[in-house]
């Protein structure tokens, strides 16, 4: 993952976590469709643990990833049900650090803060991450207006152009298959802002 990224959030870590704590999550509804109830799922990205929270409501054993340390620190002093469920690292890594399966995994509004020559590692990764038959829930912004030169927005962080099937195609020629693809207007209610859910199995 994109390191100014990373620093951004963690220079901003209390904003971002009352954010997301009080917005919608753009992806929850698809939970249920993606994850059956005992699911152990990886959450990765996880930023404020908001996500998770919901996936435990949905029956599933949650653990999560989160690169920025202040972010982590957040999500565990506030829910407290989450202490040791969320760990340090990013993508394209986790794999090297996690070792274990997991029945299902959830990177949403992740990917598009890896640099694009980290894309290949980043998905097999995930693959590595992931037992067989399991379930892959991704999303990521097709539309991101305000962005400069290098792909970057007025705050630095990191924005890899990214389009639906490009992306499927690199899942698929890792082994997984897609079971359903939708299009959202931005959780936060940002104009310009369009967002791409993928399913995918392994």
């Known amino acids: 993952m994109d390191q100014r990224t990373v620093q951004y959030y963690d220079d901003n870590a209390e904003h971002y976590f009352e954010l997301y704590q009080r917005s919608e999550s753009g992806v929850a509804k698809y939970f249920r469709l993606a994850f059956p109830p005992g699911s152990e799922v990886l959450d990765i990205g996880a930023g404020s643990?908001?996500?998770?929270?919901?996936?435990?409501?949905?029956?599933?054993?949650?653990?999560?990833?989160?690169?920025?340390?202040?972010?982590?620190?957040?999500?565990?002093?506030?829910?407290?049900?989450?202490?040791?469920?969320?760990?340090?690292?990013?993508?394209?890594?986790?794999?090297?650090?996690?070792?274990?399966?997991?029945?299902?995994?959830?990177?949403?509004?992740?990917?598009?803060?890896?640099?694009?020559?980290?894309?290949?590692?980043?998905?097999?990764?995930?693959?590595?991450?992931?037992?067989?038959?399991?379930?892959?829930?991704?999303?990521?912004?097709?539309?991101?207006?305000g962005l400069d030169a290098s792909g970057r927005d007025e705050h630095g962080r990191l924005y890899t152009k990214l389009n639906p099937g490009p992306v499927e195609l690199l899942f698929e020629r890792l082994g997984f298959l897609r079971v359903g693809r939708w299009k959202d207007d931005d959780s936060l209610g940002r104009a310009g802002f369009t967002w791409v859910t993928l399913l995918l199995t392994l």
């Open 49 to 145: 643990g908001r996500d998770m929270g919901l996936l435990v409501r949905e029956g599933c054993e949650p653990y999560g990833t989160e690169p920025s340390a202040r972010l982590r620190d957040l999500a565990a002093a506030h829910l407290p049900d989450l202490a040791g469920r969320i760990y340090g690292g990013a993508l394209p890594r986790l794999s090297q650090q996690i070792d274990r399966k997991f029945d299902g995994i959830l990177c949403a509004a992740v990917l598009q803060h890896v640099p694009e020559e980290q894309l290949f590692d980043a998905a097999f990764d995930i693959r590595n991450l992931l037992k067989p038959g399991g379930r892959l829930l991704i999303s990521f912004p097709k539309d991101r207006p």
